[in-house]
């Protein structure tokens, strides 16, 4: 799942001026800053530029966007944190950084109390794809290579406490694999380098991800679906492919 977030001062009136587009009321009056927890060209980057265009026009104000990478995302929430409460800087995150972040990193410089949900915006699958030469054709040889070779398999990530390291955590446990999860600074360089070999592949989401299996760049295994998806027609869900991964989407 994505979802927006500001921080909690002043966000009923945030959230009210994002319901009602609010033309008559003073907020907003300057550009609002859009803070995306990853490197540009990933999932959150994608949507959350989808977003800010149509919020743009909704408000009558420019939304920026602003790449903060790291920590698989609370380094971009706790500079969300320290904004003004004003209503003027927001966040986009999703089930990684907006909930398990909370147990995976034990001293955060911030707390669930520290924001306020404006908005769901959009809904992701977890996709896993591989490198192109990769020698396992489908899903049941990938997984037969991976336990006649533990731990040899490497598998990219946005970091951990993103939503596509939660991707490759419920895979690789549904699956029964033991695989080295690499994590970067976003889906986009963990993609770069899938693309080009370096690694095995990659956890990712359908929104960044189809493009580059639609053109052949890298191998789509699998999606976290009941049901095939529309831009990627001939992916096989984890049902279909024979492996209790059936949830291992993003939203979880």
Not at 118 to 136: C, E, N, S, W, Y
Not at 186 to 191: E, M, N, T
């Amino acid at each position: 799942m994505i979802s927006l977030v500001v921080k909690r001062a002043l966000a009923a009136v945030a959230a009210l001026a994002f319901a009602t587009c609010a033309s008559a009321q003073d907020y907003p009056k300057r550009p609002i800053t859009m803070i995306v927890p990853f490197a540009a060209g990933g999932t959150s980057d994608v949507i959350a530029r989808t977003v800010a265009e149509q919020m743009g026009i909704a408000l009558g104000q420019t939304i920026v966007i602003e790449n903060v990478a790291g920590a698989g995302g609370s380094t971009a929430l706790a500079r969300a944190s320290r904004a003004e409460p004003d209503g003027y800087t927001i966040a986009i995150g999703n089930a990684g950084t907006n909930a398990a972040t909370y147990t995976i990193y034990p001293k955060l410089p911030f707390t669930p109390e520290s924001f306020v949900p404006i908005a769901m915006v959009a809904k992701t699958f977890g996709i896993i794809a591989l490198r192109k030469d990769f020698p396992a054709k489908d899903l049941k040889e990938f997984i037969a290579y991976a336990k006649a070779n533990p731990g040899k398999i490497n598998l990219g990530h946005a970091g951990v406490g993103s939503s596509n390291y939660l991707i490759c955590k419920s895979f690789v446990t549904a699956a029964g694999i033991d695989a080295t999860l690499v994590g970067y600074r976003g889906a986009a360089p963990a993609l770069t380098d899938a693309v080009g070999s370096q690694i095995d592949g990659v956890c990712d989401a359908a929104a960044s991800v189809s493009q580059s299996i639609n053109e052949k760049l890298v191998k789509g295994l699998v999606v976290g679906s009941t049901v095939r998806l529309a831009t990627l027609p001939d992916l096989p869900t984890s049902a279909i492919a024979g492996c209790e991964c059936q949830r291992y989407t993003a939203g979880h």
